[in-house]
């Protein structure tokens, strides 16, 4: 079965920083990967996926992340961070199997210092 | 415009009284899906349909209920049954590549409480 593992469900780094969020997945087939943003009181909106195409994914406002098959990763970066980058992110996995679902990590709360 | 919309954006209900939760979508999806958010928890999968008529059970499942009667619309009651139903409420939509679910498309979401 699939899963999703958000490593920090909180971090803080400082206007300018690199930003890294964590990502581990498990999957017994080849997955599609996601990242999504959430803004408060609001839906999720897409911000990259990956697809089997390349394993560097560019996304909106950008972001990028790096499918890793050997060490079941997609951790999502941006070199460097606006303070209009803060809200909850979320990395999901998507099982090439029948009757698949989209799963959910717990997410992770971006918080920017000025 | 195309997308999906949930109504309402907040509800209110007391203890006790069953609720139902709308979600329609004009992207000529397959795939729908209702998704509980609580604080610190993510998002957890209620239910899912693939197809009309059709839904199969996601991680939370009871105390909720669906039906799929129609491409465009999947809505959620949740029941008296459902011992903490106050949450964020989340619904989704996404294209399938054969049986794979690709990218989800969500609604704004309704924010229930229970009192």
């Known amino acids: 079965a699939q899963s999703v593992t958000q490593l920090g469900s909180h971090v803080s780094v400082s206007e300018g920083a690199l930003v890294l969020l964590r990502c581990n997945y498990s999957?017994?087939?080849?997955?599609?990967l996601f990242w999504y943003v959430q803004y408060p009181n609001q839906g999720l909106q897409l911000l990259l996926k990956?697809?089997?195409?390349?394993?560097l994914v560019k996304g909106i406002n950008g972001f990028e992340a790096e499918f890793k098959k050997s060490e079941t990763s997609f951790h999502l970066t941006k070199p460097s961070a606006h303070m209009s980058d803060a809200a909850e992110y979320f990395c999901?996995?998507?099982?090439?199997?029948?009757?698949?679902?989209?799963?959910f990590g717990s997410g992770t709360r971006l918080s920017i210092r000025p | 415009d195309g997308g999906i919309t949930q109504s309402p954006k907040y509800l209110f209900r007391k203890e006790g009284q069953n609720v139902t939760l709308s979600c329609e979508q004009n992207?000529?999806?397959?795939?729908m899906y209702w998704y509980r958010q609580d604080p610190g928890q993510g998002l957890r999968l209620i239910y899912y349909?693939?197809?009309?008529?059709?839904?199969q059970k996601g991680d939370i499942a009871e105390g909720y209920s669906v039906s799929r009667e129609k491409k465009e619309s999947f809505p959620l009651t949740v029941t008296s049954a459902q011992k903490n139903p106050t949450a964020f409420y989340l619904c989704?939509?996404?294209?399938?590549?054969?049986?794979?679910?690709?990218?989800?498309?969500f609604g704004q979401g309704t924010r229930l409480t229970v009192v």
């Open positions: 992207l000529n999806h397959d795939a």
């Open positions: 999957s017994s087939v080849p997955p599609y």
């Open positions: 349909s693939q197809i009309v008529n059709d839904f």
């Open positions: 990956y697809t089997s195409a390349a394993t």
């Open positions: 989704a939509s996404s294209i399938l590549s054969g049986t794979a679910s690709t990218e989800a498309f």
């Open positions: 999901a996995v998507s099982e090439r199997s029948s009757a698949s679902k989209i799963i």
